[in-house]
């Protein structure tokens, strides 16, 4: 609408030029007696009027092209504050032992630097988990399990019955005990007979030998019986957990002898 108005204020203005320049031929002719002497002065009026028209014309189209960014500007400031509410919603629901660790690294800038084995990534805030939740690499070649967590859509393309009560810290919560586990798990498969007690070995053996199945062979994994942990364990909640996150694919479930065994997934 502004546009409009402000169009038609131009046409007024080059119609006024119009009609006062008629007025200036009048006058010339009327000065000049002779023909010859006023078409010099007619000329020169009509270069002037004819760069005024110009200009007239560049303020046209330069009002137009501001007039077209406008949609453009403000389709990216929705975009903005719609990663913004997005970015505060997922800050709002991130596990607390991650808020409590970045806080510990903004006071004590030292510790930006732990034991590998004690180093745990923060999920990124991307619509989709990247490659920064991809297997570390621990002492003596060791590779830590990957922590993949889940993003506020991942939670939102669930059905309500399937997400229950559950909210985005509860699951990452459990993602990072999952890990936990298959970190013990790996650990224990590769120490030394000499430095485990008889019940550690015959366990180590038993882990060894369900690493070595097909389904896990060269996975991260852990057992049913390892869901000890404050976020996932056997019990209701753990068992939504588990259904969860094996429709997101972040996990994939096999039974080996008695042994219920979940091994950690890449999300596709």
Same mark, same amino acid.
């Given at each position: 609408m502004e546009l409009k108005e402000a169009g038609t204020c131009l046409d007024s203005l080059? =119609? !006024?030029?119009n009609a006062r320049i008629v007025e200036l031929q009048e006058l010339v002719i009327a000065r000049n007696m002779y023909p010859a002497t006023a078409i010099t002065d007619l000329t020169a009026v009509d270069t002037a009027v004819k760069t005024l028209e110009y200009q007239m014309q560049a303020i046209k189209d330069r009002l137009r092209q501001e007039a077209e960014a406008i949609p453009k500007a403000r389709k990216l400031i929705d975009q903005s504050l719609h990663q &913004? #509410? %997005?970015? &505060?919603h997922m800050v709002a629901h991130m596990p607390s032992c991650f808020l409590e660790s970045t806080g510990t690294l903004n006071r004590n800038p030292s510790c930006a630097m732990p034991e590998p084995s004690n180093h745990h990534d923060i999920p990124t805030l =991307? !619509? %989709?988990v990247e490659e920064s939740?991809?297997?570390r690499k621990e002492k003596k070649g060791h590779t830590s399990s990957p922590r993949w967590y889940i993003t506020v859509e991942d939670i939102d393309s669930l059905s =309500?019955?399937? #997400?229950? #009560?559950l909210t $985005?810290? %509860?699951v990452n919560a459990a993602i990072n005990e999952m890990a936990m586990y298959a970190d013990a798990n790996a650990q $224990?498969? !590769?120490?030394? %007979?000499?430095?485990l007690s008889e019940d550690t070995w015959e366990r180590a053996l038993e882990l060894r030998d369900i690493a070595m199945a097909e389904p896990v062979k060269g996975r991260h994994f852990f057992l049913d019986s390892d869901m000890k942990g404050s976020a996932l364990k056997l019990d209701n909640t753990g068992k939504a957990i588990l259904t969860i996150l094996r429709h997101l694919g972040r996990v994939h479930e096999t039974r080996i002898g008695h042994h219920r065994v979940f091994t950690l997934s890449k999300p596709q």
């Open positions: 080059i =119609s !006024s030029f &913004q #509410r %997005k970015l &505060q =991307s !619509s %989709k939740a991809a297997p =309500s019955y399937m #997400r229950g #009560r $985005l810290e %509860k $224990l498969i !590769s120490a030394p %007979k000499k430095k």
